[in-house]
């Protein structure tokens, strides 16, 4: 995987970088470890969750960050 976008399944974006857990979490997207179901894209968990395009750009870039590391 080269780049994360907004197209990404969560399911896949956890498999591929687990420490965007963490920080998925701390945006409020998804509650992976206490059990809540996980499924969509990264960007229709983020719009459920109330977020703008503008947001949801922003995690993407920040998860790309995560990713080359």
Known sequence: ???ITKEILIEDLVDKIPKSVDYLMNKGIVCIRCGEPV???LESTAKE???EDEDIQNIVDKLNILLAK
Do not use: L, Q, S
């Open 1 to 3: 995987m080269n780049k």
């Open 39 to 41: 499924w969509g894209t």
């Open 49 to 51: 969750k109330g977020m």
